[in-house]
């Protein structure tokens, strides 16, 4: 089967395709495509001859606009990085709550450390807003600190190794009964600012909030003021809204608040990693099967 990869034609993906069996052709030569750009460049008109089209990301909220252009299937990598974003989901929280920022650079951050750091383990309560793949395998990876889980998810159905699950409609239940508050959502009109002045009000004051999800999760203007109000403890972010932050964003300088670049799945794993994906989901096509990992552009996953 023959496939084309732009506008970026990642190496490591191409090697792993080749390698199957599959040819790499022209857009108009192809049978699918996989799709490596922001959103803002992807082939309009699409050829006929592409059969559907794999994204490298979970999250489409930057291709939905493009998705409207075209009528082939989408698919997207749900799944496929549900290890590297739950353990650094972990490192997150734990850099967080360990007070890692407050640093100085000499053993004479000991006191400040001190005064600032938690643990997860005693008897702590974890709520996982988005609890998809990358929840379950974060609350498998979180059993061995043994804190309590609540989850919630878009239909409220139950999760296994959660003591409670809520419906994502029903989230600002959640608000008050959590210590540590992880996103995971993809980001959907419903999602977006769902994190806001009154979330924050809500939580107690000891509460961190992790956002490895979608910057737009959190109103950010929101956060400062939390934060300035001391309405909440810290935060830990690997998305931001804008992104990137601006350098003066006081952010950046608020030793509550530990922030990495979007890296909580690196561009190598992902490169390394859709090649065997997107062959899955190239066989189910082939089959006249459904797609394994297919987007519902109406409810943006």
């Known amino acids: 089967m023959k496939y084309a990869i732009e506008p970026h034609p990642w ?19 192809a049978s699918f495509l996989i799709y490596t750009g922001n959103g803002t460049d992807f082939p309009d008109p699409l050829p006929e001859n592409i059969g559907f089209v794999q994204i ?18 989408w698919s997207n990598a749900a799944g496929v ?31 400040d450390m001190e005064a600032h750091t938690s643990y997860l383990y005693d008897d702590k309560t974890v709520a ?18 043994g804190p309590r889980i609540i989850a919630v998810n878009r239909s409220g159905n139950p999760v296994e190794g959660a003591e409670e699950t809520y419906p994502i409609s029903q989230v600002d239940k959640v608000w008050p009964k959590a210590d540590y508050f992880v996103l995971i959502a993809p ?22 909030v992790v956002n490895v999800g979608r910057g737009p999760l959190i109103n950010t203007e929101d956060l400062v003021a939390a934060l300035e109000a001391g309405e909440i403890a810290g935060a830990a972010l690997d998305v931001t809204d804008p992104e990137p932050l601006p350098e003066d964003h006081p952010l950046w300088q608020d030793k509550r608040v ?27 096509f082939a089959a006249g099967e459904e797609l394994p990992t297919l987007v519902d552009p109406k409810a943006g996953y």
């Open 81 to 111: 990085y549900d290890n590297t974003v739950a353990e650094s989901t972990i490192a997150l929280l734990l850099a967080q709550l360990h007070a890692h920022r407050r640093v100085n650079g000499t053993f004479d951050s000991y006191a």
């Open 128 to 145: 996982i807003i988005g609890a998809g793949g990358i929840g379950k395998r974060l609350i498998s990876m979180l059993s061995g600190f």
């Open 258 to 284: 530990v922030i990495t670049p979007h890296i909580a799945n690196t561009q190598r794993s992902v490169r390394e990693k859709i090649g065997a994906h997107t062959i899955k989901v190239a066989k189910a």
């Open 187 to 208: 980001l959907t009109p419903e999602t977006r600012h769902m994190v806001d002045a009154e979330a924050f009000q809500q939580m107690p004051e000891h509460a961190v």
């Open 56 to 73: 490298p990301s979970a999250g489409v909220d930057h291709v939905l606009d493009a998705m409207k252009t075209t009528t082939v299937p």
């Open 11 to 29: 190496e490591e993906t191409i090697e792993v395709l080749d390698a199957a069996g599959f040819e790499r052709a022209p857009l108009d030569e």
